[in-house]
């Protein structure tokens, strides 16, 4: 049986995330909701400094408070939610470099070479810098200087 020119079927490979793969949609929208939050997350822990770091902390009510339950400490809940957002956003980089990229011309790249090769070229080192612990890696110069 024939089919015409325009009309072919596509094998899609292993280990390749293809636009229209409803997990990947819906990592995508997971992924984007991170960020918006994100967007609130930082300028508030950068407006409001833990300035009680590195005192002894109780457990209270599953948040970790100072001896004189004034401010969450650095092993807190502020602490949890910045290191929980550098692990999804490291691991939305690794995911990256799985998804088929749609090209300008609507061509679609699925060899994982390929792929690799334009996410370098690409948003990987805005990715990386931005998932980087820059607080935990000061703290530790600091601490060995």
Not at 38 to 47: D, G, K, L, Q, R
Not at 67 to 78: A, E, Q, R, Y
Not at 112 to 117: D, L, N
Not at 123 to 144: Q, R, V
Request: hydrophobic fraction near 45%.
């Amino acid at each position: 049986m024939d089919c015409p020119d325009d009309q072919y079927v596509k094998v899609e490979k292993k280990y390749v995330l293809y636009p229209n793969n409803k997990t990947y949609h819906k990592w995508e929208l997971f992924m984007m909701i991170v960020l918006i939050l994100s967007c609130f997350f930082v300028p508030y822990e950068i407006a409001f400094p833990d300035q009680n770091a590195g005192t002894k902390i109780m457990r209270v009510n599953s948040v970790f408070l100072d001896p004189f339950h004034k401010k969450v400490s650095k092993h807190g809940l502020k602490y949890f939610v910045d290191k929980i957002m550098d692990i999804l956003f490291l691991s939305d980089a690794i995911i990256t470099f799985y998804a088929a990229v749609i090209l300008d011309n609507h061509d679609i790249i699925d060899d994982r070479k390929k792929i690799a090769k334009h996410y370098l070229k690409g948003w990987f080192t805005l990715d990386i810098l931005s998932c980087l612990p820059y607080g935990d890696l000061g703290e530790l110069l600091l601490t060995k200087a």
